[in-house]
């Protein structure tokens, strides 16, 4: 994610360590419990493992971080700065982690063009890696954002927030569970909040989702965790964010460290596993672990150097390709729009 801070467009530096804490936690989630509580990996870690366990709430964490990061991006953005700067920031490492994943697995190539759209499971395909599952959420969100821009409606951003988080409210004791989206609608708020403090809609808007967010993921919460503890972690990345609201914080190693979350992300599961499943016994897994989960970090650092290198090439790749599309279609939107409110007067 691109940090784009509430004032002037700056960098919120903390957030790229809330980032790396988040895919911590979710490494800490698969090698300590999800492993061997599903018998992946031939080790196990005790009362350690179900602290861990409550690690894949990081997940959740990165939702809140991606509204309030994605609001910042798009304010004063058009939809072709959009599109070619998340495409830019997104693909090119999943690109790079996806491969390696997919023929690490001997995955068949016929599942190839549906692993790289980001979301194979619309068609019919598991993903090359199970964590590959919140890309697809988040697409569907940058989808809504996208609409925004292209509709001209950024100026009413807020009232369409409100109204979305009223809808999703009213999903709650439905099938259908809507923490997630209510994650990202939370995290816009907050970066509204951030920009122009507290204002009735977005104060209004923060004050419904927050609570439906602790509610909702406390009672999602599966058989092996505190239901208690999670309301009390989810609780405490509202309070985290409003805390340093006005606080300035930039140290210099911010940015390098906020590079290395989205690539560990994206490599640490079936990678991982695999090195645990051969290098890992009860004798040594108190080192062999942290080792292993370092070596994860590793790639990620290379991974971001890649990332940094290609940058350039792909904004220009996307830029003549869906950047030119999205600029026919946002003219086209626009043309219709002159042409409506002329008729009206």
Not at 21 to 30: G, N, R, T
Request: proline fraction near 5%; glycine fraction near 8%; charged fraction near 10%.
């Amino acid at each position: 994610m691109d940090e784009q801070g509430a004032s002037g467009g700056g960098r919120v530096a903390w957030l790229d360590y809330a980032r790396m804490a988040s895919a911590l936690a979710v490494v800490a989630f698969h090698y300590l419990w999800n492993g061997p509580y599903h018998h992946i990996v031939p080790v196990s870690f005790g009362w350690v493992g179900q602290i861990a366990a409550h690690g894949y709430l990081g997940v959740d964490f990165f939702f809140i971080i991606s509204g309030f990061v994605i609001l910042q991006s798009a304010s004063g953005a058009t939809s072709d700065r959009f599109v070619v700067g998340r495409l830019t920031r997104l693909y090119p490492a999943f690109l790079l982690c996806m491969l390696v994943t997919f023929v690490f697995r001997g995955m068949p190539l016929s599942d190839l063009p549906a692993q790289l759209t980001m979301m194979p499971r619309y068609f019919g395909v598991q993903p090359a890696d199970g964590v590959y599952w919140t890309l697809a959420v988040e697409m569907k969100f940058y989808a809504a954002v996208l609409a925004v821009l292209l509709l001209g409606w950024m100026k009413q951003v807020q009232w369409l927030l409100l109204g979305a988080v009223l809808i999703f409210a009213c999903w709650t004791n439905s099938w259908h569970n809507p923490s997630h989206y209510l994650e990202f609608a939370a995290g816009c708020a907050l970066a509204l909040i951030y920009r122009d403090g507290f204002k009735p809609v977005p104060s209004l808007t923060l004050a419904i989702a927050a609570p439906l967010v602790v509610y909702l993921a406390a009672k999602a919460g599966p058989s092996y965790t505190s239901h208690l503890a999670i309301a009390l972690v989810m609780i405490a990345i509202f309070a985290l964010f409003l805390a340093m609201r006005g606080v300035t914080f930039a140290p210099r190693s911010s940015a390098a460290v906020g590079a290395l979350t989205y690539p560990l992300y994206l490599l640490h599961g079936q990678l991982g596993y695999a090195a645990m499943r051969a290098l890992c016994t009860e004798d040594n897994k108190a080192w062999m672990t942290p080792l292993i989960a370092i070596a994860a970090i590793g790639c990620a650092w290379a991974v971001s150097r890649y990332e940094a290198w290609s940058r350039p090439w792909w904004k220009r790749q996307f830029d003549q390709s869906v950047g030119a599309g999205m600029r026919w279609l946002g003219n086209r939107l626009r043309g219709l729009r002159v042409t409506t409110a002329s008729e009206s007067a």
